[in-house]
């Protein structure tokens, strides 16, 4: 599958089900941590056989994975890599999450890595858009992200809030002390009618394959979400 320089596709499976291509979102993801010397508990390889994955995945051509972003779904078996990396920091967060997911699905958008590329803020933006989309559907959802200041234009772009009741003003030193990481949240109580969509979310509409965002066409290849 040959595409121009100006064309990428995005993959959204459940991990369980291509089991090829998430090993290579995991064996990706780590190498470029490892680069970097960095420790982050989305990074472990427990996700792969976890049912409630779902990775989106943006190839350059077919045998060329050039980044990627993982979808978590709570539920009441396993802990979200919100959860694991914030429990030393503040216990309180499983309570919290717990009874949130009560009365919400509840979803975490992590795990984003990319390769150096001029596009690299395009292609995540694009990434962690279709993520998001995917779970707009859902009746009474809330999303979160946890990251630093180097991502905070991507929880800006899709329209998150910083989530007060965890954050400190100061941030919190994850995933080292060098680091100031946030908690960001977007809820949509469907049947409150707060639904809120941006300009980003109608980009990608229902049934249609294709979508252009700064000057790249993106083509959605799905055989599962979230």
């Excluded at 995991?26 to 976890?50: C, P, Y």
């Excluded at 292609?123 to 990251?147: D, K, R, Y």
């Excluded at 908690?183 to 509409?205: A, H, M, P, Q």
Aim: proline residues 3%; hydrophobic residues 40%; positive net charge.
């Amino acid at each position: 599958m040959k595409r121009n320089k100006h064309q990428i596709a995005l993959h959204i499976n459940l991990a369980i089900l291509n089991r090829e291509l998430s090993l290579e979102f995991h064996h990706r993801h780590t190498a470029i941590l490892n680069k970097h010397q960095i420790t982050v508990s989305s990074a472990n390889s427990s996700w792969l056989e976890d049912d409630n994955v779902t990775i989106v995945s943006a190839h350059a051509s077919e045998k060329n994975m050039t980044a990627g972003v993982r979808i978590h779904k709570k539920n009441p078996l396993t802990f979200l890599p919100l959860e694991v990396a914030m429990y030393s920091i503040y216990p309180e967060i499983i309570t919290v999450i717990s009874k949130l997911n009560n009365t919400h699905s509840i979803y975490e958008i992590c795990g984003l890595w990319s390769e150096a590329n001029i596009h690299n803020k395009t292609i995540n933006i694009a990434l962690s858009m279709l993520a998001a989309t995917s779970i707009f559907s859902s009746h009474n959802h809330a999303i979160f992200l946890f990251n630093s200041p180097f991502t905070f234009y991507i929880s800006r772009a899709l329209g998150f809030k910083r989530y007060q009741e965890f954050n400190s003003a100061e941030g919190y030193p994850y995933p080292t002390s060098q680091f100031r990481s946030y908690i960001w949240t977007r809820y949509e109580d469907i049947k409150k009618g707060n639904c809120r969509v941006n300009f980003y979310s109608k980009l990608i509409k229902k049934n249609t394959p294709f979508f252009l965002f700064e000057q790249i066409r993106f083509q959605i290849i799905s055989s599962s979400c979230s």
